[in-house]
């Protein structure tokens, strides 16, 4: 199991569009992977977009990103360059 | 679900508003997008995995309607609007949600619609405590999916993406996803509950130039599907179960009427190869016809329809996908694509016209009155850095290709345009010091607000050009809100007071020497475009599709009489007047362009 700390860097936070994406990469690894907010403990499964959605992240969310199974690693690189990217929403789109 | 035979039908009536032109006789093509009754059953135990499997057949069918509604949507709408069925389609295959729901269905021995009526409405339940605005707001779209499901279940899914040639779509209203869903391009008419002038339903019409009437109250609740139906959007008269000599009268109407759509398209299309051509009335006055714009699927029609250019494009289809404002980048692309397919004649963006209802910035306090509040320009000068991002967007677009200008919506006075224009010169400068890309353009001013009218003189001096937007001018300047049923009796085109706005308005335009365009929906009716250029304008913009009935009378008529004719009008106290002047005139002079249907009405009665 690894953990690492992410901040939620696009404008409008994890929307509709922003969670869309992160559910589609998330759900192409094996790895199970949680969110879980750093300033209220709210925790979603990224793999379910009604559970992200209601996490409510906002730009300047900081969060904790937790994978657990065979390519954690692989899991928690791609989502955490996700959120470095800002969704694409500056361009360039992971496979989901 | 249980559709009765209905033995003897007799016509019946409704009167809406009619927000496009032309009119139609077609079957009816009922969609449903209200929320369904719902009831508990209780199953046997012997039942129960049966009613989970047709529970997941739904779903798979769901979920292939969706897959097929976003590459539709992609290819029509643009991919920015496409992502909402994304999230769509991945709610569907949400196990928390759809786990939830069998688990309901095994525990309660439940129907599969109160089971997944029930998961939903704890979900939704859930969403309404979120403080954020724009993801509260994402219910409606679990609701939305919810309601695919229920239809799934109940075998009447959605079929009518494969319209039949003479489709006439009847729904309580027309939201942009199920828009999105349809076959629009074969839609023959739309007719809705609700909705009015500026309802997508309206404005997707008068793109694909179909008749559309909208505000008939119960119209969804008597139609089935296959009746026939009559729409007319010239009268906003719709009539179900039309008898034979109805339907017989309206087909002797529509002879008389221009060719049908695909006709002209197919026509237009032929001579889309030649350069827009110089439309000229008969003593050789040239008048400028460019297209407004709001789709992408309507760029093709600039061309098609021979438009100089892109008179009017509303931006604010950029932000229909979800509130989400797009990117600079991908606002950039945008502007380029829009230029482009404007050719030489250049396409003015209009800066987005709306309110915070529109846009998820999570400051969408309901306001008492919209159309008076916090909405374009004002919310643009609010809200800097939506402002700002469209701004740099449309600076580097025009670095890119030429043509581009900006229009300020909603402008009151000087002081508005100062201040639009001194965030554009900042990012202007910006982006110089940035090192990007961009080139300045010219900038109008919208005028559309009673107050602009009278300072147009001085604001003349503030902006390179005017775009007279005839529908909220007339909005405000009476005081009428256009959607309200209720005083539509009040919204008068021809008003006298309208005539002489748009005629001070012009007058100013041309003592300061800069171009005056007129872009409401009035430049698409020949009777009113005529007025328009008897006012003095000398450029129109309107939907590409009513460029060739405009052109066809502009070539027509003389200038002198025209402006003979507008100057009696100006004389008049009246609307009622002013319409009676135009009925007159124009069929004593112009009895070949026009017919007594395409001209005001007499009055009859008060």
């Given at each position: 199991m690894i953990e690492r700390r992410i901040v939620v860097t696009n404008r409008l936070g994890l929307h509709a569009r922003a969670a869309a994406r992160l559910v589609r990469l998330a759900s192409s690894h094996e790895a199970a992977l949680r969110l879980e907010r750093?300033?209220?403990?709210?925790?979603?499964?990224?793999?379910?977009i009604l559970s992200v959605l209601m996490l409510a992240a906002s730009r300047g969310t900081e969060l904790r990103a937790i994978a657990h199974g065979a390519d954690e690693h692989a899991a928690i690189n791609a989502v955490c360059g996700l959120f470095a990217a800002g969704f694409g929403e500056v361009e360039s789109e992971q496979a989901g | 679900m249980n559709k009765q035979v209905r033995k003897h039908v007799t016509e019946e009536r409704w009167h809406g508003l009619g927000v496009s032109d032309g009119r139609v006789v077609g079957r009816v093509l009922r969609i449903h997008n209200g929320a369904r009754q719902v009831y508990r059953a209780t199953l046997d135990d012997a039942d129960v995995e049966r009613e989970c499997r047709r529970f997941r057949a739904a779903v798979r069918a769901a979920r292939g309607e969706l897959l097929a509604i976003k590459t539709r949507a992609e290819k029509e709408l643009g991919a920015d609007h496409a992502y909402i069925f994304d999230a769509h389609i991945l709610m569907l295959e949400d196990r928390k949600l759809i786990d939830e729901i069998e688990s309901f269905i095994r525990l309660e021995n439940a129907n599969a619609e109160w089971a997944v009526k029930v998961a939903v409405d704890r979900l939704l339940a859930v969403y309404a405590e979120i403080k954020d605005d724009y993801l509260r707001a994402r219910g409606s779209d679990i609701e939305d999916v919810s309601q695919r499901i229920m239809a799934a279940l109940s075998g009447d899914s959605a079929s009518y993406r494969k319209l039949t040639r003479d489709a006439v779509i009847v729904a309580t209203d027309l939201p942009p996803s199920r828009v999105a869903e349809l076959d629009i391009a074969h839609a023959r008419a739309f007719a809705t509950d609700a909705g009015g002038w500026t309802s997508h339903t309206a404005i997707i019409a008068r793109g694909l130039g179909i008749p559309a009437v909208v505000a008939l109250r119960d119209l969804h609740d008597q139609a089935r599907t296959g009746d026939v139906i009559i729409v007319d959007a010239r009268t906003g008269d719709v009539i179900l179960h039309p008898t034979e000599e109805t339907i017989a009268s309206y087909r002797a109407l529509q002879t008389t009427d221009r060719p049908p759509v695909s006709t002209r398209l197919a026509q237009a299309e032929n001579d889309a190869a030649e350069p827009p051509p110089t439309f000229r009335t008969l003593d050789g006055t040239e008048i400028v016809l460019r297209a407004n714009v709001e789709l992408p699927a309507e760029f093709g029609n600039v061309r098609k329809f021979r438009?100089?250019?892109?008179?009017?494009?509303?931006?604010e289809f950029l932000l229909t996908g979800g509130g989400r404002v797009p990117s600079e980048e991908a606002q950039c692309q945008a502007y380029i694509d829009v230029a482009q397919s404007a050719g030489d004649g250049g396409a003015t963006v209009r800066l987005f016209d709306l309110g915070g209802d529109k846009v998820g910035t999570g400051t969408a306090a309901s306001e008492r009155n919209p159309a008076l509040g916090l909405r374009a320009i004002r919310f643009g000068l609010t809200h800097g850095e939506i402002l700002r991002t469209q701004v740099r967007a449309i600076l580097r677009a025009a670095a890119q290709v030429s043509g581009l200008s900006i229009v300020l919506p909603m402008i009151a006075d000087a002081h508005d345009v100062r201040s639009a224009r001194a965030i554009i010169n900042q990012e202007m400068a910006n982006l110089e010091g940035e090192g990007i890309e961009a080139r300045a353009v010219p900038v109008g001013a919208m005028i559309e607000v009673p107050s602009a009218v009278w300072m147009a003189g001085q604001l003349a001096h503030e902006v390179d050009f005017f775009s007279l937007g005839t529908n909220d001018l007339v909005q405000y300047l009476l005081a009428v809100d256009r959607g309200n049923e209720a005083v539509s009796?009040?919204?008068?085109?021809?008003?006298p007071a309208v005539l002489h706005s748009i005629r001070s308005a012009l007058r100013a335009a041309q003592s300061a020497g800069i171009p005056a365009m007129v872009c409401g929906?009035?430049?698409?009716t020949p009777a009113y475009a005529v007025m328009l250029i008897g006012l003095g304008a000398t450029e129109l913009s309107m939907n590409a599709t009513a460029i060739p009935r405009v052109s066809r009378v502009i070539s027509g008529i003389n200038i002198d009489d025209a402006r003979t004719i507008a100057g009696k009008c100006l004389g008049c106290p009246t609307a009622d007047d002013v319409e009676e002047i135009v009925r007159v005139e124009y069929s004593a002079r112009w009895p070949h362009l026009f017919s007594?249907?395409?001209l005001p009405p007499p009055k009859t009665e008060e």
């Open positions: 750093l300033d209220n403990h709210a925790a979603a499964d990224a793999k379910s | 438009a100089r250019g892109i008179g009017l494009y509303r931006s009796h009040w919204f008068r085109s021809l008003h929906e009035m430049a698409a007594p249907e395409s």
